[in-house]
């Protein structure tokens, strides 16, 4: 049975502009008075399966993740979760069981937004969760999205090219995303914007990563270093945690919340980030307390223009 994440409980409310569907948060009950209109939560490659019993690590991370969100006293204005949500190759029960994980942040009236990443399937996503499918989607055959934010707008892309676990996964946005994107940034010129996307784009970071990155990514930063409002791109996909810049822009790698590849190295974990309109701080959080990344906060200055 399709299962629909948009509820009645979901307290935001949605304007066209230029064919894109604009999210913006309507903070005026007494509950709503807890969010925090200027923080946000960042997730990523959450993998989850159909099969995954309860008490397994991938989904026991997540679940987690869910829980403090919602324990929060501030609690986000929007929860960003930036691809490869299934774990393999995005089966139908590997989303209904992702639905059910992430439902208490719907309840909790929490706007979320998902990406796609390369282990996520289109078609099968919009199958299962109908909600996420613009009548008109602004790009044909895109998952893209604007979400405004009082100190941020936040700019979702969809970098699958490739359904399936393969050993190298480029991403690509291709010609008309990036036409989209172009024309929505120019409709949003006024406050700082964020790039959002699963895949990282091959600049300014540590070489072995670049095979699997965004085969567009030159055309990508000539487009966003020519609108100054770009403050940061923001990816997953790598499973680490990195920052760099490249042009002027912020690179943000964000932790997954599902498993790493090697554990000396990495661990689980999500990100909060505090915006304002001269920049942010990125606190990461980790699911194994005592990880030095736990808490470890990388502080962003926007550049100037």
């Known amino acids: 049975m399709p299962i629909h994440l948009t ?31 200027d923080r946000i939560a960042i997730l990523n490659d959450t993998h989850i399966a159909a099969g995954h019993t309860a008490n397994a690590p991938i989904p026991t991370h997540l679940r987690e993740t869910v829980a403090w969100l919602v324990a929060q006293e501030r609690r986000p204005a929007a929860v960003i979760i930036n691809g490869d949500l299934a774990l393999s190759n995005g089966r ?18 929490m706007p979320v937004h998902l990406t796609l990443g390369n282990h996520d399937d289109r078609d099968v996503f919009y199958q299962v969760l109908q ?31 490739t359904v399936g676990p393969r050993v190298v996964a480029q991403g690509l ?26 895949h990282n784009p ?8 670049f095979p699997g990155g965004l085969e567009d990514s030159e055309p ?5 270093a020519s609108r100054p409002q770009v403050k940061a791109y923001i990816h997953g996909h790598i499973h680490h945690r990195d920052h760099f810049q490249h042009r002027g822009i912020h690179i943000f790698n964000t932790p997954a919340t599902s498993y790493v590849a090697n554990p000396t190295l990495s661990t689980t974990g999500w990100t909060m980030a505090q915006l304002t309109d ?17 808490g470890l906060v990388e502080k962003a200055a926007w550049r100037v223009g």
């Open 7 to 37: 509820t009645s409980s979901r307290r935001t409310f949605l304007t066209q502009l230029g064919g894109a569907v604009v999210c913006a948060p309507a903070l005026h009950s007494a509950e709503e008075k807890r969010v925090d209109a």
């Open 92 to 109: 139908p029960g590997d989303y209904e069981h992702f639905a059910r994980l992430i439902a208490p942040l719907r309840e909790a009236g």
């Open 131 to 161: 909600a996420e499918k613009a009548a008109e989607p602004p790009v044909v055959s895109r998952h893209v999205g604007v979400v405004t934010l009082p100190p941020a707008n936040l700019f979702l892309l969809d970098s699958l090219k």
């Open 173 to 198: 946005l291709g010609p008309e995303q990036l036409d989209w994107l172009g024309r929505m940034l120019d409709a949003h010129p006024g406050k700082p914007a964020l790039i959002f996307a699963h």
């Open 202 to 209: 091959r600049l300014g970071g540590e070489e072995r990563h």
């Open 220 to 224: 990508l930063w000539d487009l966003l």
């Open 278 to 294: 001269q920049g942010a701080d990125f606190t990461t959080l980790t699911h194994a307390k005592e990880h030095a990344w736990n």
